[in-house]
């Protein structure tokens, strides 16, 4: 696995504590709120809310904190028997659970299908960042070994499409001053092909027992609060220079 450092209201998810964090307002709002690490919840179109601006919220799921069985007939395409290594085959009542709660989530904003040369699951979904940004629109790529915290972000990676694509992460990025975008890992397809993934959190923050899994649903936060934290540290110092904060990018800094 190579990092890669590249150069010049309601049904709401509560968000923990941790390297990244959003807000609905305005952009100053969310950069304070950034900086003070302060709690926040995502509403299901993906809008992330400081926790003093929001009460009564219902049917709430925690997001762990970090630093960087039932029937689904009618929901989706069943997975294919013949990829026998995947995990969905291995435990239905755990894809069940996991199409369900996403589901439920994100009625409106989400999809997931099967790759077809790797068999790998995965959801399509579009989260409104913020008010300050277009939405953003994600690919939330299993592994075959689900679950497991044996890599950055788990086994369900975060990948872009189009909106945006990565390059356009780096153009922006050369634009704002920015030396190049921190916390992006590099895998390969079956093929040979390159994709990249982003690195929501480090493997001590991802639950992968028999207890507690890092589900689809709090992976879908921690996209959003990567995305918030991307587009705020293009115009605000101050949080670029604590989302760089680590070993890998410090020399980033301004």
Known sequence: MESYQIMPNRNAYALSVGVFAGDSSTMDD??????????????????LIRGDTISGAQNATAVSDGTFAASIAGLGPSPNPRFTDQWYNKDRPLFAAEVISMKKRHPK???YGF???????YWIIELKVGDYCDPWQFMLRYMKNHPNNMEYGGSIRVCLLKKPSVDTL???ARMAGRRGVPHILSDKNSDGETYYYLCTRRT????S???SITTAVQVAAWA??????????MKNRDVWNKWVDDDHFRSWQI
């Open 30 to 47: 969310i950069a304070q709120a950034m900086l003070e690490d302060e709690g926040f919840f995502m509403t299901e179109e993906g809008v």
């Open 109 to 111: 904003k989400c999809k």
């Open 115 to 121: 790759l077809p040369d790797s068999g790998d699951m």
């Open 170 to 172: 780096f153009q922006r």
């Open 204 to 207: 001590e923050d991802v639950e």
């Open 209 to 211: 027992g028999a207890g």
């Open 224 to 233: 959003a609060e990567w995305a918030s934290y991307f587009e705020v540290s």
